[in-house]
């Protein structure tokens, strides 16, 4: 392999991932791939830059090494991060950046054009793929047969090799420093905005033996009432005491999640934060012994809301999703979802956000964990806090 300078993995486990995407290429019957989620062209090439707000992809054929493909500028950045030579970077001209009367797609079409691949996958249902985008390519190839490849990479990426797991259990070290930063610093009178800038810090800062990347998600942490909203992040409003807050957040470490989310309670809980506490708690329990290879990702959905219903409590959400390598903005990896419809096999190296988060009419609660799927037994916890309330009096 050539190029790159400090690469986050081998050479071997790049060659790798790209056997698997070759084979999950001809199995979709796919003679050219190109791929525009960030996760994704970092998991193929190592490109690690944040372009991802410009049309970007890596386009992989069955034979040859990859070929990077963006913004110009952003080309210097691919050469010092991708694992390919310097000809397969390739940057468009700046011209067609956010131009209403040209597109990148006709740059890229081109190069697609050259490959001779008549079935080209594309990422269809992706945040960095626009209907323009499919448009303008359909225009620029009227030969071309195009196939939904949402979600084909993503797949593969859900059984993480030994490297990457030892980069989420780093992130998981950062993770339990921003919680234990929380518990340390939050009390009523404080201004959340002067507490996240805190988290922020921590996060940046990592622990001994990892540095801090930035997370795919900013932290959230709702109070009161406002805790029914699962996605509100902060303003300048001070903590108050009577008042539970759930703080959604997560280390990362070169690209890698470890997500741990706990609630603070200023002052005594209520009897009904109390019950849903241990309500959780026991769903966690149940969802860690549930999450064993060769069972499915129904199954851990399904030892949630039985003991969820144990407790009188009823779910409308997916109860965790699989996390690891992701960018802005979600750290999602948008393949598995634990839920009872979802048939997955559970395998080894597969890593989830089990979050059975209860968001109820005026108030909200979430503990959880990260979970790794295990060569046998039940799932391992890669960070290791206490899993109750947060009390601070």
Sequence with gaps: MAGGRDLPFSAGEYARRLGL??????????????????????????????????????IVTHDGDPLWWGRG??????????????????????????AEDRHPMQDLAGLLRATSARRIGVEMDGYWFSARAYQTLCQALPGAVFVDATGLVNRLRA????????????????SEALIDGVAARVRPGLPKNELVAEIMRDAIRGVPGAWGDYAAIVPMLPSGSDAAAP??????RPFRAGEATFLELSGCYRRYHAPLCRTVMLGR???????????????????????RPGRRAADVARAVAGALARHGIRRNARCGYGVGLSYPPDWGERSISLRESDAAELRPGMTF?????????????????????????????????????????
Aim: charged fraction near 25%.
């Design 21 to 58: 995407v070759r084979a999950a290429m001809a199995d979709a019957g796919i003679e050219a791939l190109f791929v525009e989620d960030p996760s994704n062209m970092a998991w193929i090439t190592g490109y690690d830059g944040w372009s991802f707000y410009v049309h970007q992809g890596v």
């Design 73 to 98: 500028m952003d080309a210097a950045g691919a050469l010092r991060t991708v694992w390919m030579a310097a000809e397969r970077v390739h940057g468009y001209a700046d011209d067609l950046v956010q």
């Design 159 to 174: 059984v993480k090799s030994a490297e990457e797991i030892a980069f989420m259990r780093r992130a998981a070290r950062i």
């Design 231 to 236: 996605h509100l992040t902060w303003d300048g």
């Design 269 to 291: 809980p209520p009897d009904h934060l109390r019950r849903a506490e241990a309500a959780v708690i026991e769903a966690i329990e149940a969802a860690i012994d549930a999450a």
């Design 353 to 393: 956000h089990l979050m059975p988060g209860l968001w109820m009419e005026d108030w909200g609660l979430e503990i959880t964990e990260t979970i790794l799927i295990r060569e046998s037994g039940a799932a391992e916890c890669l960070c290791d806090r206490p899993r109750g309330l947060i009390v601070k009096d």
